[in-house]
């Protein structure tokens, strides 16, 4: 069965760090892009940042500089380092891979999401 | 405020047809696919279409997508009552170098 199940989230002060992980499992992980999406309470999806088979990496704007994407293919794993923590960064993180090229059927499975809370 | 814009709401009444909008730029939605994404509240988001008008195995063809110049629409025919949830639709942005999601469509079926 295709999955991808994320864990790490939490509750975290302001200015402070988390790392979230996504491991994935029944397919070939190596060949998909992996992203970040994250969705504010009662807010629409907001992307965050995708890591290319090639290790590529992009950023939303508003966490360039403080949230680093990074990928183990021997481990079909995915990360997210998030430091420098904001209020307006609490959300549900979601893990989803994408297809490249002739492969791209869009962000076709996606994890559950874990809650990541910046809070005093 | 999203640069990809879509209504905040809509709704039909059973087997009628809905259409969602998506609004974009020449740099967004003009020059890449659009994808569609549909969100029961509470669950994780299922892709509903990909490169702008196609459907995944298991997606009823009552839903289909289009696009033109800097806009895209997904359609919904014979409105169901399990159709009830927000679409959100999707595209790759050549100036920022970021995907952007517009601010997603809440479907009310009446």
């Known amino acids: 069965e295709v999955q991808l199940v994320e864990s790490g989230g939490g509750l975290v002060q302001p200015g402070g760090s988390l790392r979230l992980s996504c491991a994935a499992s029944g397919f070939t992980f190596s060949s998909y892009d992996m992203h970040w999406v994250r969705q504010a309470t009662g807010k629409g999806l907001e992307w965050v940042s995708v890591?290319?088979?090639?290790?590529?990496?992009y950023y939303q704007g508003s966490v360039k500089g403080r949230f680093t994407i990074s990928r183990e293919n021997a481990k079909n794993s995915l990360y997210l380092q998030m430091n420098s923590l904001r209020a307006g960064d609490t959300a549900v993180y979601y893990c989803t891979r994408k297809g490249v090229g002739a492969t791209d059927y869009g962000m076709d499975v996606w994890g559950q999401g874990t809650t990541v809370t910046v809070s005093s | 405020q999203s640069i990809v814009t879509q209504p905040p709401s809509a709704s039909g009444t059973p087997g009628q047809r809905v259409t969602i909008s998506c609004s974009g730029s020449?740099?967004?939605?003009?020059?890449?696919?659009v994808y569609w994404y549909q969100q029961v509240p509470g669950t994780a988001p299922k892709l509903l279409i990909y490169r702008n008008n196609q459907r995944p195995s298991g997606v009823p063809d009552r839903f289909s997508g289009s696009k033109s110049g800097t806009s895209a629409s997904l359609a919904i025919s014979g409105l169901r009552s399990e159709d009830e949830a927000d679409y959100h639709c999707a595209t790759w942005d050549d100036s920022l170098s970021a995907w952007v999601f517009g601010g997603g469509t809440k479907l009310t079926v009446l």
């Open positions: 890591i290319g088979t090639t290790g590529d990496t």
């Open positions: 020449s740099s967004n939605i003009g020059s890449n696919s």
